[in-house]
């Protein structure tokens, strides 16, 4: 059974850069579209990027395009969130999510139950 182990949060100023890891255990990762999922308090869950299964293409959400990148390392089972210029608008607790779906003019999603484990980003001065 797959499991999700996310890591790479904490806090950061803003205009810094983080970089979230999604690694996977006991399947591989490139047989899924993965997305990241972001929830502040209070606010609706927000896909923020996603990649594809089968050529990794790679698409965003407007509040992040230009800023944040994901990408994968199939070698070490990984998909990555290098997210740069962080702004404090981009505080909330990340997710990595399997079978995410990109909607075009309306973004990523992924089922929650789909959601692994959230790791915090705090951008804050």
Not at 76 to 99: G, I, P, R
Request: proline share 4%; aromatic share 10%.
């Amino acid at each position: 059974q797959l499991q999700l182990v996310v890591s790479g949060g904490g806090s950061v100023q803003p205009g810094g850069s983080l970089r979230l890891s999604c690694a996977g255990f006991g399947a591989s990762l490139d047989s899924f579209a993965i997305g990241w999922i972001r929830q502040a308090p209070g606010k609706d869950s927000e896909g923020v990027a996603c990649i594809s299964k089968n050529d990794d293409s790679s698409n965003y959400a407007d509040s992040v395009k230009g800023r944040f990148t994901i990408s994968r390392d199939n070698g070490k089972n990984t998909v990555y969130l290098q997210m740069n210029s962080l702004k404090s608008e981009d505080t909330a607790k990340y997710y990595c999510a399997l079978n995410a779906v990109y909607y075009p003019g309306d973004g990523c999603y992924a089922p929650t139950d789909s959601w692994g484990p959230g790791t915090q980003v705090t951008v804050s001065s």
